[in-house]
């Protein structure tokens, strides 16, 4: 159970909007087919975190957390997001447990009031 609130204590930390005629891109469909990534890396820690955005509401939401080179969380839920540029509120579900998180884009990077910082990956 504390896998899910690590997920988003980490951090610090859906419904799509539909295309115009013209298929103009909008809130949500942004998103769509980019991947962000977290990392963060010392001599004996290392956590990985990533955001797949796979449709105009769903993502995929990955943490894999190693401590002296050993996994100790391996985490890869679906959840579902809405995006109102530049805000992004993602919702997820780990082991009957709920979280909520709400980031800022801002150009390649996607962040918490804290600060923690995902950047989106080529």
Do not use: H, R
């Not at 820690?45 to 100790?72: D, H, Q």
Request: one cysteine or more.
């Amino acid at each position: 159970m504390k896998k899910i609130l690590l997920l988003f204590a980490a951090v610090g930390t859906l419904i799509s909007a539909g295309c115009s005629d013209n298929d103009e891109k909008t809130g949500s469909d942004e998103l769509v087919g980019t991947t962000w990534a977290y990392t963060e890396t010392d001599s004996d820690y290392s956590i990985n975190e990533t955001l797949v955005f796979k449709s105009a509401s769903t993502c995929v939401y990955s943490l894999v957390e190693k401590e002296n080179g050993i996994t100790v969380t391996d985490i890869s839920t679906t959840g579902k997001y809405t995006y109102n540029p530049p805000i992004v509120k993602i919702n997820i579900s780990y082991e009957g447990q709920n979280a909520t998180k709400e980031l800022t884009v801002s150009g390649n990077t996607m962040s918490d009031a804290s600060g923690y910082t995902f950047t989106l990956k080529d």
